[in-house]
């Protein structure tokens, strides 16, 4: 099983660190990463493997939206299912 994570805000130091920190964390492997810097916007997608995480789906959820408010970013965490179906004609 897989997950989407998307981080968009103000770019700062550290945010890639602190988002694999917290997947670190619970046991999610990231296995895929992009991101991008336009002038000051910050916007990164990651690919995560959630077959191993080390507790509910909704507890990691939970816990990437509370480090988006902590440091000021906009995280959400999709997953895959529920990512597929939305793209899926």
Request: aromatic fraction near 4%; charge should be negative; charged fraction near 20%.
């Amino acid at each position: 099983m897989k997950a989407v994570i998307t981080v968009i805000g103000h770019d700062t130091v550290g945010i890639l660190a602190k988002v694999s920190t917290r997947c670190a964390e619970h046991n999610a492997n990231i296995i895929e990463v992009t991101q991008s810097v336009m002038e000051d916007l910050f916007a990164m997608v990651m690919l995560v493997d959630i077959t191993k995480i080390t507790c509910d789906f909704t507890d990691l959820q939970n816990a990437l939206v509370e480090l988006g408010d902590q440091i000021g970013m906009k995280i959400h965490v999709m997953h895959e299912d529920i990512f597929n179906s939305m793209h899926h004609i």
